[in-house]
T-cell receptor, first 111, second 112 residues
Framework: DVKVTQSSRYLVKRTGEKVFLECVQDMDHENMFWYRQDPGLGLRLIYFSYDVKMKEKGDIPEGYSVSREKKERFSLILESASTNQTSMYLC??????????FGPGTRLTVT | GENVEQHPSTLSVQEGDSAVIKCTYSDSASNYFPWYKQELGKRPQLIIDIRSNVGEKKDQRIAVTLNKTAKHFSLHITETQPEDSAVYFCAASPGGSEKLVFGKGTKLTVNP
């Protein structure tokens, strides 16, 4: 079965730091996604990638960038972390059925 | 772009009752509609999905209905149990897109 892992379950960073969140999958899926989840706002798409070095902005890309140098790894980068980026971050892959399968999430706190 | 509205935001039922969660979507080209369940502290997990060429799909105690004309779809849970308590998200996939657009979620509480 597919495995999607994220580098940290919990992360605490200071305002202004550069933050890297990593997502790794083990099944050669082309499409990978980064969401943030906030209470009452659901899951909002930040960026997605449809192949190596290919990326597309989602609904809330401001303040974020991404990197996909290898097919199995999709990184989310917060260039200069701010307190309003405190959130749960979820990575997902897309199966051929259309289903998106999620990683366990990273709860990021920016102080 | 696609917009998905989900109602209600919270739902409380007695064990054994039925629960219904409704979603509407805006893009008539959307063709895939999954439902996810997220238990506290866990990742969202797919529980059932439906495609635009089907009107209804059942899996044991859960079912999903789709009305393409009205652009809405619903999740039905019968004989609810305390372990059904969770946040449920609906989503729609705009036609030809790999993306999903999610509703804001419904917190379902099943009281013993």
């Amino acid at each position: 079965d597919v495995k999607v892992t994220q580098s940290s379950r919990y992360l605490v960073k200071r305002t202004g730091e550069k933050v890297f969140l990593e997502c790794v999958q083990d099944m050669d899926h082309e499409n990978m996604f980064w969401y943030r989840q906030d209470p009452g706002l659901g899951l909002r798409l930040i960026y997605f990638s449809y192949d190596v070095k290919m990326k597309e902005k989602g609904d809330i890309p401001e303040g974020y960038s991404v990197s996909r140098e290898k097919k199995e790894r999709f990184s989310l980068i917060l260039e200069s972390a701010s307190t309003n980026q405190t959130s749960m971050y979820l990575c997902a892959i897309r199966r051929t059925s259309g289903e998106q399968y999620f990683g366990p999430g990273t709860r990021l706190t920016v102080t | 772009g696609e917009n998905v509205e989900q109602h209600p935001s919270t739902l409380s039922v007695q064990e054994g009752d039925s629960a219904v969660i409704k979603c509407t979507y805006s893009d008539s080209a959307s063709n895939y509609f999954p439902w996810y369940k997220q238990e506290l502290g866990k990742r969202p997990q797919l529980i059932i999905d439906i495609r635009s060429n089907v009107g209804e799909k059942k899996d044991q105690r859960i079912a999903v209905t789709l009305n393409k004309t009205a652009k809405h779809f619903s999740l039905h849970i019968t004989e609810t149990q305390p372990e059904d308590s969770a946040v449920y998200f609906c989503a729609a996939s705009p036609g030809g897109s790999e993306k999903l657009v999610f509703g804001k979620g419904t917190k379902l509480t099943v009281n013993p």
